[in-house]
T-cell receptor, first 113, second 116 residues
């Protein structure tokens, strides 16, 4: 069965600092991997996705993520955080059978001015 | 192209009443997924439907919950005899297809159910 862990429940960074949010997954085959962002009281917005090919994927809002099969990880990065990036970030894994996504518990990002 | 639409956005029900949540997928999408998000938690899968078919309901509670996606009209998540523990945000997602490079789920804004 698929599972996703996000080891950091809450991260605080200063505006302009770099950011890395961790995501580890468990899945028997090549996973489909996603990062979503959720602002308070809002739905989920897709930041980026990985299906195959280049293991470094670029997303919206200046985010990128790197798929490392040997570490079963798909960490999200941003070189310089903006105050508007404060939100909840969810990593998710899907299968190529088109079934449900399994979401991690989320990491809450706070940004200091 | 309008995104995934859910209504109502907020729903208040007293214990024992029924809650009906609606989801209109993106135009051209024939796959619908329902997820539940409890306070301070991530999203948990409930059910996956295609038009007129339930494909996977492994995440759906066995009692009081049901879902449908008719040939015409929105997908409906129905909760009978609601209890306080049903209070949560319910998100609907839709996808164009599955198992291909274009597979991704688009999420609606959610329905926040409060049971008093």
């Amino acid at each position: 069965a698929q599972s996703v862990t996000q080891p950091d429940i809450h991260i605080t960074v200063s505006e302009g600092a770099s950011l890395e949010l961790r995501c580890n997954y468990s899945y028997g085959a090549t996973p489909y991997l996603f990062w979503y962002v959720q602002s308070p009281g809002q739905g989920l917005q897709l930041l980026l996705k990985y299906f195959s090919g280049d293991t470094l994927v670029q997303g919206i809002k200046g985010f990128e993520a790197e798929f490392k099969r040997s570490q079963s990880s798909f960490n999200l990065r941003k070189p310089s955080v903006h105050w508007s990036d404060a939100a909840e970030y969810f990593c998710a894994v899907g299968s190529n059978y088109g079934q449900n996504f399994v979401f991690g518990p989320g990491t809450r990002l706070s940004v200091l001015p | 192209n309008a995104g995934v639409m859910q209504n109502p956005r907020h729903l208040v029900r007293r214990r024992g009443q029924e809650a009906r949540l609606r989801c209109s997928p993106m135009k051209g999408h024939s796959h619908v997924y329902w997820y539940r998000q409890l306070p301070e938690e991530g999203l948990k899968f409930m059910v996956y439907l295609q038009k007129e078919n339930i494909i996977d309901e492994s995440g759906m509670p066995k009692e009081r919950f049901s879902a449908e996606f008719p040939k015409e009209g929105p997908s409906i998540l129905r909760i009978q005899q609601v209890v306080r523990g049903d209070s949560a945000a319910y998100f609907c997602a839709s996808s164009l297809t599955t198992g291909t490079d274009s597979y991704e789920q688009y999420f609606g804004p959610g329905t926040r159910l409060t049971v008093t």
